[in-house]
């Protein structure tokens, strides 16, 4: 493990000013005293199952046995109670929670009869949390964290819906379909910072279920106009309920008290044709029979509720439990997706005075249990010294130079041009007119030319798409066609899409992975004047150029060499490398996880190549780190004519429990690349670099920009930073709508002694060469190509037909694929392209 952080002097570079952030700093109590206990609960529920801990703690201390805990604990959901007082019953006592209705109860220690065991640990005043800013020996930050965040979760979780440390408040909602419910919401959690603990609140967002009959949700979700369909639902439609309600929690309608179930799957057959035992009496008769029931629709479909087949009932009995939260990613609504987007927008003027009314929603000064401990939470947000840095020179061709206003530049002739032989445009959208086709290809000419290309080409070969044509035989025709008429390769494939995502992968890998040419795609809508505006048009080809450019080996702009004269130092050699992992999504554990680096291999770090690798799913490390490194040296030496001697390592995608474990391993995995290719080895900075956090900052009203927003080079390494990193913030971009956030940089090994200004420095000129986008961009470019070369859309292209990574189950309900079959099926891009960037 890595010892100690060793503190760099603080940056100086840059304007100073004044920002508000959205910390409040922790008062904690000098004489109030705190007893820890140990909780295991048997039967232990699943790592998932907090919700239910929560629930039988609670039962536990207000209804089994209130006499036992006065005053009651605070719990954390899992392993430890936290209490004010020390209890009368001993170090240690065995508790019993009956949840169970049968009579009799089922044994003690299963299911439905929890045993609580409740072992008494060490006590400690609630004021020494706040001593791991003066003392090593105190506790960790990490465990100070925790033990606040217990005290500080209470009063929310009983009053509000919550998902780990976000409360959803029932004020500020916006309804989609009336059958889900966008609710605002409050983040907070503690922060260990070098001044002392303090709260990190800030406002966020989630859909929910609403509660309401089954029944009227299944309609609503269908969009049936009558209700007389349920009878007769197809399997599309059964697909359709089982992605979107499996595992929802409902509740019976014909008991009173009946706990929630959850929902196992549908049965297109009605209570009248379902028999219990196989060939028993139907559902219909036995609800009549058991709760003297009728039922109104007897033929419309039913609801498994577990495992057992006998656990059965129809939908008109049950409803959707409260506070349950929506999957996001099974949404397929674009028009539902812009609203959810735009609601979560907020400007920070209004995102920072909402902010500010958390403390008093989230009980903090009524809260028994703070009270109680001693914890006071400052209901005024912090203000802190930050710095201004001056804006990034970008260069262009010829020596010309702009300097950002509010992050952005306008374009000029390219830093190095590519140039175009000959091309071919495939025109998937059989409705795309023909004329407005050449149109468009006439514009892209003529911007491609302004912009310094060379464009032998005028007038590519169309391959129109027949309607009546798959898109398979198309491009095999494509291909064939290509090899006959041409020795060579075109330098181009422009793709005119009306925008299927089945035909983006098609196409992607015939162009990647088979044919190695570097492909294109624009959209119908956007390309062919379809606004009536030939100006329109002509921003069209303006965005379109610029990744054209790149993906042929040329560069469009550099960060001025005055920025990143560390990085062009002739006499130390340095590549700098992004590298980012993207996980499948939970329940989806049978794919692997795609892992990939971006890496320069030119003087002004703004020409990249890049390689991706799937490993075990939900691995965070870098497995293949070492092979992956052998590649981008061997690729440096290759442009360089020299090994790096020197290496900026950005590292995405981190959580903070697992920074020196990630760190320690690719770090190793680095040299050793190095060592076998026999070579020195480098010296290196390791950086992690993430955006998953909740700090924001407002700047007064005369550093604003037109957003509202900081400029971008805003960077603050003081007060609200770690205690165990040298870690700083930087708001590198221009906000455009909403508040803009950070990124939150974390030096985990420097052998480059560099100094906060320099890295300060060289991490905001990193944004400055995203060659996509005339405009500085939130987090250094190396970890943005990284994080597009694992994206499942990217990486869905590597896959031949043989598994479909983007199935979000078995194909046909067979056996999912194996590691092995992943592997086999996994194509690398096609050796012509590797010298590019053609993930642009």
Request: charged share 20%; aromatic share 8%.
């Amino acid at each position: 493990m890595f010892g100690p952080v060793t503190r760099r002097p603080k940056g100086t570079a840059g304007n100073p000013i004044r920002v508000t952030t959205n910390m409040y700093p922790l008062q904690l109590h000098p004489d109030r005293v705190i007893y820890l206990y140990n909780v295991e609960i048997i039967p232990e529920l699943s790592e998932t199952a907090s919700r239910r801990n929560y629930e039988l703690i609670d039962i536990l201390q207000t209804r089994a046995y209130p006499q036992a805990f006065t005053p009651r604990a605070a719990y954390d959901g899992s392993k430890i109670m936290l209490s004010t007082v020390q209890y009368p019953w001993g170090g240690a006592h065995e508790f019993n929670v009956v949840t169970s209705k049968r009579n009799p109860p089922p044994p003690p220690g299963q299911k439905g009869n929890f045993i609580i065991k409740l072992t008494a640990g060490p006590s400690f005043p609630i004021a020494s949390l706040a001593n791991y800013v003066r003392s090593p020996n105190s506790f960790p930050p990490d465990v100070v964290v925790n033990y606040t965040n217990i005290f500080l979760r209470m009063a929310p979780m009983s009053a509000h819906a919550f998902r780990g440390n976000n409360f959803y408040v029932t004020a500020g909602h916006k309804v989609f379909g009336d059958w889900l419910m966008l609710r605002r919401g409050f983040f907070q959690s503690v922060r260990a910072t070098v001044n002392g603990p303090m709260v990190n609140m800030d406002i966020t967002s989630a859909l929910l279920w609403i509660q309401r009959p089954l029944m009227e949700t299944i309609i609503s979700i269908l969009g049936l106009s009558d209700h007389r369909a349920l009878s007769r639902l197809d399997e599309r439609q059964l697909h359709h309920l089982n992605r979107l309600l499996k595992g929802i929690r409902v509740i019976p309608l014909h008991r009173q008290d009946a706990a929630p179930k959850v929902i196992r799957g549908f049965d297109r057959r009605g209570a009248n044709s379902i028999r219990l035992d196989g060939d028993g009496i139907t559902v219909e008769d036995y609800i009549h029979e058991k709760y003297n029931k009728r039922l109104s629709y007897p033929n419309y479909l039913c609801v498994s509720l577990s495992n057992d087949k006998q656990n059965i009932l129809p939908i008109e009995l049950l409803a959707i439990d409260k506070n349950q939260f929506f999957d996001l990613k099974k949404l397929a609504n674009p028009v539902w997706d812009k609203q959810i987007r735009a609601f979560a927008m907020v400007k920070p003027s209004e995102r920072l005075r909402i902010t500010n009314t958390g403390c008093e929603v989230m009980q903090h000064a009524q809260s028994d249990y703070m009270i109680r401990a001693g914890i006071r939470v400052n209901p005024t947000a912090l203000m802190v010294n930050a710095r201004s840095l001056r804006p990034v020179v970008v260069s262009f061709a010829n020596g010309s130079k702009v300097e950002p206003r509010h992050g952005a530049w306008r374009s000029q002739k390219f830093y190095q041009p590519s140039s175009i032989k000959f091309w071919a445009v495939i025109i998937l959208d059989h409705q795309a007119p023909p004329q407005g086709v050449k149109n468009f290809i006439g514009q892209l000419v003529s911007v491609m030319e302004h912009g310094g290309m060379r464009v032998l080409d005028q007038t590519p070969t169309l391959y129109p798409k027949d309607a009546r044509q798959d898109i398979t035989q198309l491009l095999d025709y494509v291909k064939a066609d290509l090899m006959k008429r041409f020795k060579e390769p075109p330098s181009l494939l422009l793709v005119v899409t009306p925008g299927d995502a089945d035909w983006y992968t098609d196409v992607k890998r015939l162009g990647d992975i088979t044919l190695g040419i570097p492909t294109q795609h624009v959209l119908t809508a956007k390309a062919l004047q379809q606004r009536g505006s030939a100006e329109y048009c002509e921003n069209v080809a303006l965005k379109v150029h610029i990744l054209i450019n790149v993906k042929l080996g040329g560069i469009n702009f550099v960060p001025h060499p005055d920025a990143i004269s560390w990085i062009r130092n002739p006499n130390e050699p340095t590549m700098v490398v992004g590298a980012d992992t993207s996980h499948p999504r939970p329940g989806e554990g049978w794919k692997p996880t795609v892992a990939a680096i971006a890496f320069s291999v030119d003087r002004d770090v703004s020409k990249y190549n890049g390689t991706v690798t799937i490993q075990k799913g939900r691995q965070e490390i870098i497995a293949n780190i070492v092979s992956m490194l052998r590649t981008a040296i061997t690729a440096f030496k290759k442009s360089a004519r020299v090994a790096p001697r020197r290496i900026l390592y950005y590292r995405d995608g981190v959580g903070e429990g697992m920074y020196e474990e990630i760190a320690q391993q690719e770090l190793q995995g680095i040299r050793q690349a190095f060592k076998e290719l026999n070579e020195a080895p480098p010296k290196i900075t390791f950086i992690v670099v993430g955006k998953r956090h909740h700090l924001r900052f407002y700047p007064d009203k005369r550093d604003e920009d037109r957003s509202g927003n900081a400029n971008p080079g805003l960077v603050i390494d003081n007060t609200i930073t770690s205690t165990i990193h040298d870690d700083f913030y930087l708001l590198a971009h221009q906000g455009i709508i909403g508040t803009s956030r950070p990124m939150h940089a974390v030096p985990i090994m420097d052998e480059n002694n560099l100094s906060s200004d320099m890295l300060q420095g060289l991490t905001f000129a990193l944004t400055h060469n995203y060659q996509r986008a005339t405009r500085s961009v939130s987090i250094p470019a190396p970890i943005y190509y990284a994080d597009i070369l694992c994206s499942p859309q990217r990486a869905r292209i590597h896959f031949d037909g043989s598994v479909d990574f983007a199935s979000e189950t078995a194909s046909s309900g067979g056996p999912v694929p194996t590691s092995t079959q992943y592997l086999q099926a996994f194509k690398p891009v096609a050796l012509r392209m590797r010298d590019n960037m053609y993930w642009m």
